[in-house]
């Protein structure tokens, strides 16, 4: 739901430019997404997302708590999905489709956001060994992996350590960090983006300044017709209010701070590493998460697919839940 690769949207007011995942509106209209397309897809779901079946928190071997969420039968297959910018394990997809699929699908938050303990100075392997041991835990097998927004580099870097079966980027926070990308960055982003790599401890100090308030008040302000259509759904609105105040109960410098400086770095691990199947998925309005729609990502991926959806913006997740975890499925069982 927010700019390119790592969801940092907009800062408070007076305390900096617009960061590299938020959408490009440079005072332009909010493009339509064909606004018809959206009432259309309103009027065939019954909600995009409802309260979760099961709510827990698993002991690590450190101590900390790893928080999770769970919805469809608990024999079902199961999915696992890292969440977007500071949002926590509360806000699940298409329940409709999870049900018909027989998935088991399982939210999880990162370290210092919801039900989930800080762990100051992580990195990404840090979250995988987290996934692998939830997943032993639980009897998850190697799981499908869904990635949104800036949960994407997250999810790619369990698939390079192993621990999923299969993933999806859907609207995928891009790695705005690559150089292919310095000529292409606007220059307040691209500004973001060299003072995240030459202070990063002062970067995640300037990111923890952030609220649950001025995230709604961005997405809100700076999405598409399409995305709002969702955004203002009343089950939704209520959803997502509740998991962004869950991702920021501890303040972002639990969390989210660091889940930013984290994205918008260089990634660490090797994408050419990454040997299970990979689906990148981007609406064709959806200008807040990768400055090409994903179509460097995709290259530097072995195997990967690229879907563009057309008509559609950064809602993804919840517009097309049914095809992307039909795909999923598919390609985690080798047979698409």
Partial sequence: MTPYGSDVRRFPPGTAPRPPHAP???GSPKMP???GRAVRIMAIMN????APARLGETPLPDGRLLGWAEWGPEDGIPVLLCPGAATSRWLGCGPDAVAALGIRLVSVDRPGLGASSPLPGR???DFAADLAHLAAVRGLGRPPLIGNSQGAPFALACAEAG???AVALVSGADEVAAPEFAAALPPEIRALVERTATDPA?????FGGFTADAMRHLVHGNSPDCDLAVYREPHFAAAYRRALDEGFARGAAAGYARDTVLAMGRWPFRLDRIAVPVDLWYGTHDTSHSPDHGALLATRIPGARRHLVPDTGGALLWTHTGPVLTTLLRRAAGTA
């Fill in 202 to 206: 002062g970067a995640e100090t300037f």
């Fill in 33 to 35: 997404c064909g606004r």
């Fill in 24 to 26: 490009r509106t440079g």
């Fill in 47 to 50: 909600t995009y997302v409802t």
């Fill in 123 to 125: 990195g990404f392997a």
């Fill in 163 to 165: 621990v999923a079966g």
